[in-house]
T-cell receptor, first 114, second 112 residues
């Protein structure tokens, strides 16, 4: 089973709202990732958790707040977003955080900020 | 920093033909390379990967070739099918790094 699940599939939120994106994997992977993908562009790395600790933050604005409650779950808390934050948000996981193993992606959450 | 580029943003082939998608990378310290397929409305799907101690790796209908001398990577798809139509991304990482750097993507269209 190489499945990464993400909820919700679609999310529309206003600029004053607070919402959360959720990601789950049951492959025993110890690294989990958040990516942002704009239309017709490649995924851009936002955060990496390795062994439940934040190891990479790609200078992401503080209105995005990641959380890794346990090795299977990854959340992305959203607050006071801007319309330009509208994008597909992808979660991925890999066996370890050494960068030498394939990352498996979820289907993404399509976020629209109004 | 690392940059990864694709030679052609679009590729159109006839069903049954072989497809070749090319990718160039800039960081000679990159030692892990991976190809993803992304269909419309879906997340990227792992196709095949290769480490720098190899120059060729084969999967089911796919082959990845790595030329470290010229920092070039290619994905070959044999007997291309309409279901292969998608955007293909190459990505690479430096040893010990958790960060994959993605290329811009090539949109493959398979004509019946």
């Amino acid at each position: 089973d190489t499945e990464v699940t993400q909820t919700p599939k679609h999310l529309v939120m206003g600029m004053t709202n607070k919402k959360s994106l959720k990601c789950e994997q049951h492959m025993g992977h110890r690294a989990m990732y958040w990516y942002k993908q704009k239309a017709k562009k490649p995924p851009e790395l936002m955060f990496v958790y390795s062994y439940e600790k934040l190891s990479i933050n790609e200078s992401v604005p503080s209105r995005f707040s990641p959380e890794c409650p346990n090795s299977s779950l990854l959340n992305l808390h959203l607050h006071a977003l801007q319309p330009e934050d509208s994008a597909l948000y992808l979660c991925a996981s890999s066996q370890s955080g050494t960068g030498l193993y394939e990352q498996y992606f979820g289907p993404g959450t399509r976020l629209t900020v109004t | 920093g690392e940059s990864v580029g694709l030679h052609l943003p679009t590729l159109s082939v006839q069903e049954g033909d072989n497809s070749i998608i090319n990718c160039a990378y800039s960081n000679s310290a990159s030692d892990y390379f991976i190809w993803y397929k992304q269909e419309s409305g879906k997340g990227p799907q792992f196709i095949i990967d290769i480490r720098s101690n190899m120059d060729k790796r084969q999967g089911q209908r796919v082959t990845v070739l790595l030329n470290k001398t010229v920092k070039h990577l290619s994905l070959q798809i044999a007997a291309t099918q309409p279901g292969d139509s998608a955007v293909y991304f190459c990505a690479c990482a430096q040893g010990g790094s958790e960060k994959l750097v993605f290329g811009k993507g090539t949109k493959l269209t398979v004509n019946p």
